[in-house]
């Protein structure tokens, strides 16, 4: 007689219970960046929208930065380190291609031996960090994950690249998620077009960079292309989101994008339809663009901004490198 494997299963719901942040040390203005691409501060404000951007110190990594943030997120929201069981990890700037940023940020936050592991989906990392955490969660191979988008893209810019340079910033977003009576994540929309892996993305690898072939591998984008895929694709990609969450736009508390460029997200919030209640997150204006921190940060600050936000529903989008993308609402906590 052949043994029947034993399964699990958990709860049926889950929720973000609290958000943690950490930013870069350093205000940097648009006015020390535009020299090297022979730029102006009206230039970006106006193509962009940003006026500052937050970068870390040289001895601060995407580590340190994660572990700040995760260890606000699971402070606040009340719950025992050592019942984090899972962490989750999205950041492409990890100064070591192994060991994982997570594990030693579980260790960092109390987690040890939480389950950790890093995932590489650029600006939808986060989005995609909370869809596996909530299907985990509910799954039974989790009670409580720890997701946080962390990022030092200053170690991979190059500035005088016109093309990104003066966009990025650095900065952690943590979010803890765990267990709801009620849903708190709706299913997400995410996919991804390899198609379109040149639009945005490093130029060169570490090989080459050892042999001499290329010089240190820096960010760059083809910024038309990615604009107008980001418009028109990524606002279809939102009201699915919204569809699969059996919501129209006016349910939209809080809409809370990756924090690419303020005229996209002006744009997305004309498409959509949103209604002037509807709070729109632009951290990009003083953060930058922090790819897989820049939703949790925004996030954080919304929060913090606008407490009675708390209990609603928001529509959250990230796309960037791969192409790849991921869309969902959440409850905000």
């Known amino acids: 007689m052949t043994a029947t494997l034993a399964q ?3 709860p049926a719901y ?22 090297p691409i022979d730029s ?93 955490a909530d299907a985990l969660i509910r799954a039974g191979a989790a009670r409580y994950a720890l997701v946080i988008g962390t990022e030092k893209l200053s170690d991979i810019v190059d500035p005088t690249d016109r093309s990104i340079s003066f966009l990025l910033g650095d900065g952690a977003g943590a979010a803890l998620i765990g267990p709801s009576d009620t849903p708190g994540i709706a299913p997400a929309v995410w996919g991804s077009d390899g198609s379109k892996a040149d639009a945005v993305g490093m130029n060169g690898t570490l090989t080459e960079f050892r042999d001499g072939d290329v010089p240190w591998p820096t960010l760059r984008q083809e910024g038309q292309t990615v604009f107008r895929w980001a418009v028109w694709e990524m606002a279809k990609v939102a009201r699915e989101a919204l569809d699969r969450a059996g919501l129209q736009p006016e349910d939209i508390a809080a809409f809370i994008p990756h924090q690419a460029n303020m005229r996209i997200i002006d744009e997305f919030a004309k498409q959509l339809k949103l209604p002037e209640t509807t709070v729109i997150a632009r951290d990009i204006e003083t953060t930058g663009n922090t790819s897989a921190a820049s939703i949790p940060l925004a996030s954080h600050r919304l929060m913090a901004e606008h407490p009675e936000l708390s209990g609603g529903l928001a529509l959250q989008i990230g796309f960037g490198a791969g192409l790849v993308f991921a869309a969902q609402v959440v409850v905000l906590p």
């Not at 609290?18 to 040390?25: F, P, V």
């Not at 999205?90 to 939480?114: E, H, L, M, Y």
């Open 8 to 10: 699990v299963s958990g």
């Open 14 to 35: 889950t929720r973000i219970l609290s958000y943690g942040a950490a930013r870069g040390e350093n205000a940097v203005p648009n006015d020390d960046l535009i020299g």
């Open 40 to 132: 102006s501060d009206e230039w970006i404000r106006q193509r962009t929208g940003i006026i500052t951007r937050v970068r870390a110190d040289k001895g601060t990594d995407a580590i340190d930065l994660a572990a700040l943030a995760g260890a606000e997120a699971i402070e606040k929201a009340g719950v025992p380190a050592d019942q984090v069981d899972l962490v989750i990890v999205a950041t492409i700037s990890n100064p070591k291609q192994s060991p994982s940023v997570s594990a030693i940020v579980a260790d960092r936050v109390g987690a040890n031996p939480a389950a950790a592991y890093d995932i590489n989906a650029a600006c939808a990392g986060y989005a995609y960090a909370v869809t596996q």
